[in-house]
DNA sequence: GTCTATAATCAGATAGAC
DNA sequence: GTCTATCTGATTATAGAC
């Protein structure tokens, strides 16, 4: 384990309280808890719970916004393209589960400046995999049912992994990117 | 319409904005507000802010549990079942798309007793989609996947439809449910 | 880097008038 | 059924000692 930062260290465990409870629902004082000091002591490491609110978010959107926009510009087929979008929202899972949680759900507890900037870089996202949904049925790699369906399902699947993954620690992440793409491409019957 | 009690009124209006900004950001102050009223007056119809939460959460996870039970003891197959889990989530999903927010969202904020109830609730909900997907596998009449894979994937688009489905409204019930019953059995390749 | 003490504000809820 | 006024405790954040 490489030494982490005391401000890492302190968004880490927030990761895990705003998983449990919502951004709004814990304290300063649960999250110093969580850390075994006190909440002013909190004060010296950020600069405020918003702060670490964003950090969260914000990091994790743009880890996403890179991966599809690589996954969007290269010259695969659309089904390479959809299985590469499942593979980077396991790695993502794998790697911060928690996180993911604030980004799912308290994203819309970010201020101003940061909301906008969240909201359009998952606008972004939305229309690449959109846009690659499209192409895919025009030639004729994708069946023709409606587009929004099959983005919403998919997506909303990919989005919940870090509910679900977490709590079965059996799956090899090789044999769940297999699974998973098999289940979400080809269906279960 | 028909005229709806006063109670049920602020719940309505709870569920909206619980939807927005999750239950513990949402002040009393701000459901009196929604309501054209003062937060004081809100107490003259219910007794907490946690009933309303209990109501909004218990009602449809009783809507849940009594469909899912009438199709798990049915005689029907595997694929009929699944078509009609489709169906039980599409049907309560318009009837009620904002009180599903919390249902998904604010559940782990019921006090003692009800949170009990709610998660003996989703559990057993759980337990009969994974009976009849497996017994599915073993007839084969669904694809021997992994049987969480399979339960997770489907679920969770089917959990995620309150977000989705409000957005546009140009999908007739009916197109969706034929629509979603292909995407998510027969898979989008 | 952590502490104690405290400021300023806001939360859920109640009492009692109209 | 709604109001004003208010209680009690919790909330984020700061100041300054160690």
Do not use: C
């Not at 994708?142 to 929004?148: E, R």
Request: glycine residues 4%.
């Amino acid at each position: 384990m490489k030494p982490e930062s005391r401000k890492q260290e302190i968004i880490n465990a927030a990761s895990v309280l705003f998983k449990e409870k919502g951004y709004s629902a814990v304290t300063m004082r649960d999250l110093a808890r969580a850390m075994g000091i006190k909440a002013a002591s909190l004060y010296n490491h950020i600069q405020s719970k918003q702060e670490i609110l964003s950090t969260i978010i914000i990091d994790l959107a743009e880890e996403f916004t890179t991966g599809m926009d690589q996954i969007a510009t290269s010259e695969e087929t659309t089904i390479q393209k959809l299985e590469n979008i499942i593979a980077l929202h396991i790695d993502v899972t794998l790697r911060n589960a928690d996180g993911l949680a604030s980004l799912n759900n308290d994203w819309m507890h970010l201020e101003e400046k940061n909301l906008q900037y969240f909201e359009k870089m998952r606008h972004e996202y939305e229309e690449n995999f959109s846009d690659i949904i499209r192409k895919g049925v025009k030639e004729k790699e994708i069946k023709p049912y409606n587009i929004d369906i099959m983005v919403f399902s998919t997506l909303s699947t990919l989005r919940t992994l870090y509910l679900w993954y977490p709590k079965q620690g059996t799956i090899d992440a090789e044999i769940l990117k297999k699974d998973m793409i098999s289940v979400l491409l080809k269906g279960v019957i």
